[in-house]
């Protein structure tokens, strides 16, 4: 949020430090973060707010003064590897794509395969859609390209990355998501949407939302899912019951595909469930 201009720079510190709050209070592995600027990571990166509990992975040379990044919780998660900095070439905003290849050092998770996390801030406004979608693809090809493979820079013997994860303020809306779904082909096959995943909770459904967020300033009603998170993990974001459309599903509970929709429906429930990461749940903060 570094780039909102309300309340100066004391309302950026009171934001920022509203964010920390939120993170101590959680305490997740990862978080991940864009509209970021100097001072407001000064802040957040400061031993007296989250400096001594979070690592910060950074791009390569960031082409605006504001950028994305990950902080990493040191107790929980450990890199595997270099962080990758990814150009979208064809953005007119400075936007890149930053990943990071973990491994959990807490038991019962210790020496399960790495996972790659990844975040963007796609490009923004209505007019920009086009470009939007080839930041997604380029993202998505990116989760697929390393998944199943040893992490740049990883020590010899280190495992193959197990699973991806894609997530960010994507400013993407649904015609986009399914446009890029049919580009893609079956190189979309066994990506799926977290949202979606986790049964569609209608109370996490909106990230952008004009009606109940009355500090926006907006004087029009609009809910939109812009920021959006997707995850890649072999024999489960691929199983059947997560490659049909939530929207399709009927009142029966049976639910079909269209040709380019993602792979949007709530996961099943099994006795003998895959071994790798998924998501279970989903909280809007």
Request: aromatic content about 4%; glycine content about 10%.
């Amino acid at each position: 949020d570094g780039l909102d201009e309300v309340g100066g720079p004391e309302g950026l510190m009171l934001r920022t430090l509203e964010v920390a709050l939120e993170v101590g209070r959680h305490r997740p592995a990862a978080v991940l973060l864009q509209e970021v600027v100097p001072s407001s990571l000064e802040l957040l990166t400061s031993k007296e707010v989250l400096g001594c509990t979070y690592d910060v992975v950074l791009p390569e040379d960031p082409r605006m003064p504001y950028y994305v990044a990950i902080l990493l919780d040191r107790r929980q998660l450990r890199r595997v590897g270099r962080p990758s900095t990814a150009n979208f070439p064809g953005t007119h905003m400075g936007r890149q794509l930053l990943a990071v290849a973990v491994e959990p050092v807490l038991p019962p998770l210790a020496g399960a395969p790495p996972l790659l996390l990844a975040t963007a801030h796609l490009e923004s406004t209505g007019e920009q859609a086009p470009e939007r979608r080839r930041q997604l693809m380029q993202s998505l090809r990116h989760l697929r390209r390393v998944v199943g493979r040893t992490p740049v820079g990883a020590t010899q013997g280190c495992a193959a990355v197990g699973s991806a994860l894609l997530g960010g303020d994507l400013n993407l809306r649904d015609e986009e998501v399914k446009a890029v779904w049919r580009e893609l082909g079956d190189e979309a096959c066994g990506i799926a949407d977290v949202w979606s995943f986790c049964g569609s909770p209608e109370d996490a459904r909106w990230t952008w939302d004009t009606i109940d967020n009355d500090n926006t300033g907006s004087t029009f009603a609009c809910r939109m899912r812009f920021d959006r998170m997707f995850f890649l993990t072999p024999g489960i974001s691929d199983e059947p019951a997560a490659g049909a459309s939530a929207s399709s599903t009927s009142r029966q509970g049976k639910a079909s595909k269209a040709p380019g929709e993602p792979h949007l429906a709530p996961r099943r429930e099994q006795p003998e469930m895959a071994q790798g990461w998924r998501p279970t749940s989903l909280l809007l903060v």
